[in-house]
Structure formats: C-alpha cells, structure tokens
Nanobody, 123 residues
C-alpha cells in the first residue's frame, strides 16, 4: 500500500506563505495505482474539507475558499505532492492532510491518508 508523509507546516503571519510537501512511497504497483492526489484540511470543530486535487495528467481543481491563493502540483518522478499557499488568512488555520486514490470518487470517499501537518496563521 501507499504511505504518505506530509511536511512543511508551521506558524505564519497573515499574508505570508507556506509550501506543504507530501512524499508517497510503497510498492511500484501501489505507486502506479495513484491517479488522483489531493489536500484536505480540518479546522477545530469543523468537518474535513477538500482543498485541492490534481490528476496524474496535471488537471487541477480548487475549493472556492483557496482559489487564486493556493497552487497544487506534483512531481511524478519524485512521487511528491505539493501545496503552495500564498496570502494566508487566519481562517486557513487547520491540520492539512495529503490524500491519494486511484480515482476522484475514491479520493472523496476512501483515500489513503497522510498523518497531517498543522498550519497556523496568526499574528
């Protein structure tokens, strides 16, 4: 199975930037089964929210709340997913989770999860 490990979270002031990374590892078969990856986030007391997705072909989608500020990308050669977050707002504060799946349907229902990384936006 695929293992996902996030990094790059931390404390940043409003208006600042952070880049999250998610390294995927596992058997060759499991890595090649990943067609869609994404970033979710969960703020205290709120449901987990899908923030951005990217397919193996590079097609992307974003939640309205982050459109124009966040950019999702992937390095297929390095099996790594990224989330560049700019113009951060206090409401972006959450634990961010990397997710991977063979399809967008499975990404939204039963993906493989990383352990999460905390992002705190505060002055």
């Amino acid at each position: 199975q695929v293992q996902l490990v996030e990094s790059g979270g931390g404390l940043v002031q409003p208006g600042g930037s952070l880049r999250l990374s998610c390294a995927a590892s596992g058997s060759i078969f499991s890595i090649f089964s990943i067609n869609v990856m994404g970033w979710y986030r969960q703020a205290p007391g709120k449901q987990r929210e899908l923030v951005a997705t990217i397919t193996s072909g590079g097609s992307t989608n974003y939640a309205d709340s982050v459109k124009g500020r966040f950019t999702i990308s992937r390095d297929n050669a390095e099996n790594t997913l990224y989330l560049q977050m700019n113009s951060l707002k206090p409401e972006d504060t959450a634990v961010y989770y990397c997710a991977a799946a063979p399809s967008i349907v499975i990404l939204t229902t039963d993906p493989r999860w990383g352990q999460g990384t905390q992002v705190t936006v505060s002055s």
